[in-house]
């Protein structure tokens, strides 16, 4: 851990800067898998599964008989937990409904907005070194309730091409049907483009590898969209010197073994309290299963001491941190500064995993200072808002000469024709009545 100490605002570029891989041959390769699955669909897509995840597929979705094989792998106690967490998510984004009113701008002009679903949508989950059926949960909820009619999902196999059932058992409670034993470069593809077997969605989601993340932007420079822009995840912790040492230690860990290039940000007001930290995260350290990963992370990680409240707010804000804990004994008070951030947890209890997990809130958040100007996935994630207006007789008068005015100052002249045959047809018809 690096340690910084009362750094001028000359530093914070440096502090808040993420890494910038180099991505040229990132991109060249991406491009070739993509252009590959775009020309030969399934057979491109079981060609990669078999280069990159080491398995021979004779097919692409998953089994009824697997989904039945799942439910009973999965142990009952983390049944139970994956039940309750989806009930907290769905609760939570179920209240996030939209209601469009209908406004009379002016008289006879009356405008509305309505929320349609986005038809169908693609849910990508990792495999890696970690099975994320949370993010199953995450990703599916919210477009259950958003009534999207087809919700695609693709996730890794393993060598033996099955998929962890505790993916199949999340998929299944969430309400999703139609799964692919597909992951990388080639499962962003699929969905984008569409293969024999595989359907093309109008938007994917989900969280992956610098590939996966290149490719998703790569096809949303075409006709596919994406949730997000993202890089490595991250966690910022704000403390004090009432703050629990051990508890932030654990949540920086927390974060520090999601990847070895994963970001870890202490920001505190108290000497004491980082080093009694520091001390804390060497010990739990060496409990940790994913040690070496966590290790990496933490090697590039910072501990800053800043001299007030208002000092760490600002840094945390300049940072636009994926995940902010304020862990300190105002934290009512610090929410209230917060501008840039994905989740924000108060207090002490609040840790970053219960919102991973089961709190409700939804843990697909922006990372890399995308934070900045992107939300969180939420239920506005999959639905779009239309517009609608409608004018009467009365609307033309409002509004007409007002509209050929404009028109007509920006030369064009077929739109102050379309309101000016208006305005005449409703001049003649009024004559004509008297």
């Not at 986005?118 to 477009?143: D, N």
């Not at 509004?399 to 920006?410: K, S």
Request: some cysteine.
């Amino acid at each position: 851990m690096k340690i910084i100490r009362y750094p001028d605002r000359a530093q914070w570029a440096d502090i808040v800067r993420r890494p910038q891989p180099e991505n040229a041959q990132i991109d060249t390769v991406v491009k070739c898998i993509l252009d590959d699955v775009k020309q030969y669909g399934d057979s491109a897509v079981i060609k990669y599964e078999e280069q990159f995840d080491h398995v021979q597929l004779s097919t692409l979705a998953v089994s009824a008989a697997e989904m039945d094989e799942a439910e009973r792998l999965v142990a009952p106690e983390l049944k139970a937990a994956i039940k309750l967490a989806h009930r907290n998510i769905e609760k939570f984004h179920a209240a996030q409904h939209f209601e469009g009113q209908k406004i009379e701008t002016l008289k006879g002009v009356t405008c509305w907005q309505k929320s349609v679903p986005i038809e169908r949508v693609g849910l990508y989950i990792p495999g890696g070194t970690a099975p994320l059926f949370s993010t199953v949960l995450m990703l599916a909820t919210p477009a259950k309730i958003a009534d999207c009619k087809e919700i695609v999902l693709c996730t890794p196999p393993d060598k033996t091409g099955k998929v962890h059932p505790a993916i199949l058992f999340a998929a299944q409670t969430a309400g999703v049907n139609t799964l692919f034993k597909v992951g990388g470069v080639q499962a962003i593809g699929a969905m984008a483009y569409g293969t024999q077997t595989i359907p093309q969605v109008y938007k994917i989601f989900g969280p992956g590898n610098r590939y996966v993340m290149t490719a998703k932007q790569q096809v949303s420079l075409h006709q596919t969209a994406i949730d997000m822009p993202a890089g490595p995840s991250e966690v910022c912790v704000i403390a004090d010197e009432t703050s629990t040492a051990a508890f932030v230690a654990a949540d920086l860990l927390s974060q520090a073994e999601h990847g070895t290039d994963s970001q870890v940000l202490l920001i505190t007001t108290s000497e004491e309290l980082l080093k009694e930290v520091e001390s804390e995260i060497n010990q739990q350290l060496m409990q940790l299963p994913r040690k070496t990963i966590a290790e990496k992370a933490l090697a590039n990680s910072l501990f800053v001491l800043v001299k007030d409240d208002n000092e760490a707010m600002a840094l945390s804000n300049a940072y636009a941190p994926e995940h902010l804990i304020i862990a300190t004994c105002n934290y009512n008070e610090l929410a209230t500064k917060v501008i840039n951030a994905g989740s924000v947890f108060l207090g002490k209890y609040a840790c970053e995993s219960a919102g991973d997990y089961a709190s409700g809130t939804n843990h697909t958040l922006p990372t890399h200072g995308y934070a900045r100007a992107y939300s969180g996935v939420n239920l506005d994630s999959y639905q779009r808002k239309i517009t609608f207006q409608q004018l009467d007789e009365a609307g033309i008068t409002s509004i007409g000469r007002a509209v050929e005015a404009m028109a007509e100052a920006e030369q064009l002249q077929a739109h102050k024709q379309a309101m000016s045959i208006r305005i005449q047809s409703l001049q003649k018809s009024g004559s004509q009545k008297q």
